[in-house]
């Protein structure tokens, strides 16, 4: 594995999870929200990651052709779990028995996620900064 393909690991890992960190920011921003465009309160939504390659696709290619696995986005998904019903009659949103469905996010899991991605984004950066002090350190050898 060369230098490069190493920042390019850690380069997508941190991509992953800015994008990982701002659906969680969305969800959070969203928690109240009780209609959207298609009428209904806001969806939860969460962030699918995949390896593009993995460890096993080492042995089975060439192993000089082999790219390092990298992580990308596959998809955003929405959850699918109930809307959560409040009485508040008073509310425009209201049914005719006074319930508001309300967003299906929980902001106690959606801080949990939002910790768990900003340690994956630090490990991240500190792999990337281990990396460069090893080219440093290389560099300087040549003194």
Same mark, same amino acid.
Request: negative net charge.
């Given at each position: 594995m060369?230098?490069? #393909?190493?920042l390019n690991i850690s380069?997508?890992?941190?991509t992953a999870q800015r994008l990982r960190m701002d659906v969680i920011s969305e969800n959070i921003a969203n928690k109240d929200s009780t209609r959207t465009e298609n009428g209904e309160p806001y969806r =939860?939504?969460?962030v699918v990651l995949s390896a593009v390659n993995n460890? #096993?696709?080492m042995f089975i290619e060439n192993i000089n052709e082999y790219e390092a696995?990298?992580?990308e986005v596959t998809e955003i998904v929405e959850d699918e779990t109930e809307f959560?019903?409040?009485y508040n009659p008073e509310h425009p949103d209201a049914g005719e028995d006074g319930y508001v =469905?309300?967003?299906n996010v929980d902001t106690l899991k959606e801080t949990v996620d939002i910790m768990e991605a900003y340690r994956a984004y630090q490990a991240n950066i500190t792999a990337l900064n281990t990396m460069k002090q090893m080219a440093i350190k290389a560099l300087e050898i040549g003194r």
């Amino acid at each position: 594995m060369s230098f490069l #393909q190493s920042l390019n690991i850690s380069g997508s890992g941190l991509t992953a999870q800015r994008l990982r960190m701002d659906v969680i920011s969305e969800n959070i921003a969203n928690k109240d929200s009780t209609r959207t465009e298609n009428g209904e309160p806001y969806r =939860r939504k969460m962030v699918v990651l995949s390896a593009v390659n993995n460890f #096993q696709n080492m042995f089975i290619e060439n192993i000089n052709e082999y790219e390092a696995g990298r992580v990308e986005v596959t998809e955003i998904v929405e959850d699918e779990t109930e809307f959560k019903l409040v009485y508040n009659p008073e509310h425009p949103d209201a049914g005719e028995d006074g319930y508001v =469905r309300m967003p299906n996010v929980d902001t106690l899991k959606e801080t949990v996620d939002i910790m768990e991605a900003y340690r994956a984004y630090q490990a991240n950066i500190t792999a990337l900064n281990t990396m460069k002090q090893m080219a440093i350190k290389a560099l300087e050898i040549g003194r």
